[in-house]
């Protein structure tokens, strides 16, 4: 089996008492049992006055149960292939992703694991697989050339990806070469109009408010919408800043079209979690006001089903 990380995937360490936030409220976590844990005051019982779990203090990390083990450590498994990355809605895993200025990498290992979702690979779609492969490495490509504008980037991995669904819906997949090579071509790609992320916000940020509310304080910033677009306020993150939420995000979702074949809705559900959240974030006062509405958003997003499937069709109307 091939096992994929994020190059810092392995250093993530829990801040514990010093995070910004906890994880032990505000979630319903369901133990290994089945059973949904009793919380008390939207806290876990075992959360105790300086945020630390008591459980861990008395036994070890290894005695949690799986979920909260876990936590934020996300995989996605294809056949022969497991990929982790750290999920964005963890403040220690967000500031690790996005506040070191450089680019994202990757370690790649392989292994003699036996691969335990074997039976349920047996209509895996190893073409079009394979085609995503390559058009992500290209999208990676694309994201690293800062010679280009970070929303030029984003556009031209919107179109890229428009056109490698109507390829996929006609079955036409040895096309999808001719696409890869074309949008590996700086003279071409260097022709596409940015996007304009004050108008792509105007225009679709009401798909937000259409959502399932999983925490209360989450429509303190949503409230503040009419503000954003009104003040148009240029946000306090740098363009790396960006480029790597949005590297992340490509890297934990862009190959799940294998199942669903959405692959322009997932692009688009990448590129507008970046805009969406730094606009969202625009009116804040400092970084650490700015990560904490990056990850709140990831907290409402990531966490639902429900969430994530609405943005996904959505999106996938603009392909009809």
């Known amino acids: 089996m091939r096992i994929v990380k994020q190059d810092f995937y392995d250093k993530f360490l829990c801040a514990a008492d010093k995070c910004i936030d906890t994880c032990c409220q505000g979630w319903q976590i369901i133990d290994d049992e089945g059973n949904v844990l009793p919380f008390v005051d939207n806290k876990c019982p075992k ?10 203090l008395e036994k070890g990390e290894e005695s949690l149960c799986y979920i909260c083990h876990m936590y934020p450590r996300h995989v996605e498994e294809y056949d022969g292939v497991r990929e982790w990355s750290l999920s964005l809605s963890c403040p220690e895993a967000l500031r690790m992703t996005i506040c070191e200025e450089r680019p994202a990498s990757y370690v790649v290992e392989e292994n003699d694991e036996e691969e335990p979702m074997s039976d349920d690979f047996d209509d895996f779609d190893y073409m079009l697989y394979s085609k995503l492969e390559d058009s992500r490495e290209c999208m990676y490509g694309i994201l690293k050339n800062q010679n280009l504008d970070i929303y030029k980037r984003m556009a031209i991995i919107l179109k890229m990806s428009y056109e490698l669904q109507l390829c ?11 696409i890869i090579k074309k949008y590996e071509d700086i003279s071409y790609i260097e022709g596409i109009e940015s996007l304009n992320p004050y108008d792509e916000f105007d225009e679709h940020s009401g798909i937000l408010l259409e959502l399932e509310k999983l925490w209360e304080d989450w429509n303190d910033v949503l409230n503040k919408i009419p503000d954003i677009k009104s003040e148009k306020k240029k946000s306090i993150a740098t363009p790396m800043m960006l480029e790597n939420i949005l590297e992340s995000m490509i890297y934990t979702y862009y190959l799940g079209a ?3 074949y959405f692959i322009y809705a997932k692009t688009a559900f990448c590129v507008y979690t970046v805009i969406f959240t730094d606009r969202l ?20 997003v ?11 069709e959505y999106w996938d109307e603009f392909c009809k």
Not at 47 to 56: A, I, S
Not at 281 to 300: F, N, Q, T
Not at 302 to 312: A, P, Q, V
Request: hydrophobic share 35%; with cysteine; aromatic share 10%.
């Open 47 to 56: 959360m105790n006055e300086k945020g630390l779990c008591t459980q861990v």
């Open 168 to 178: 996929a819906d006609e079955g036409q997949y040895f096309d999808m070469d001719d």
């Open 258 to 260: 294998v199942y669903d």
């Open 281 to 300: 974030a625009s009116l804040a006062s400092d970084m650490d006001d700015y990560l904490r509405i990056v990850y709140k958003y990831a907290r409402e």
């Open 302 to 312: 990531e966490h639902s089903d429900e969430n994530i499937n609405k943005l996904l």
